[in-house]
Nanobody, 119 residues
Framework: QVQLVESGGGLVQPGGSLRLSCTVS????????MRWYRQAPGKQRELVAT???????NYAESVKGRFTISRDNAKNTEYLQMNNLRPEDTAVYYC?????????????WGQGTQVTVSP
């Protein structure tokens, strides 16, 4: 059984920073691409950032220059460092990963963590 668990969300003022973490547990053979998504009420879920097993990264234009995705392979953990936060960043943030467990490559989701940016 594979689980992805996020942490680090909370309430922050505009211009502030938060760091989100997502730890993968279970019978894992290999973790490949990892991602962060977010979803605000009444809006579609959007891809925020992606990091491959080789360390290549991509970002949504709305967060480029403010957010940084990283991973610690020894800890089976990915991070999202969020700086200069804006009210429009308010959303539930979800981690996502492509990984191999007992069989073929499968995509998994975490439960989400709330980020609220407000004066």
């Amino acid at each position: 059984q594979v689980q992805l668990v996020e942490s680090g969300g909370g309430l922050v003022q505009p211009g502030g920073s938060l760091r989100l973490s997502c730890t993968v547990s279970g019978n894992i053979v290999s973790i490949y691409t990892m991602r962060w998504y977010r979803q605000a009420p009444g809006k579609q879920r959007e891809l925020v950032a992606t990091i491959t097993s080789g360390g290549n990264t991509n970002y949504a234009e709305s967060v480029k220059g403010r957010f940084t995705i990283s991973r610690d392979n020894a800890k089976n953990t990915e991070y999202l460092q969020m700086n200069n936060l804006r009210p429009e960043d308010t959303a539930v943030y979800y981690c996502n990963a492509d990984l191999q467990s007992s069989g073929p490559l499968v995509n998994y989701w975490g439960q989400g963590t709330q980020v609220t940016v407000s004066p």
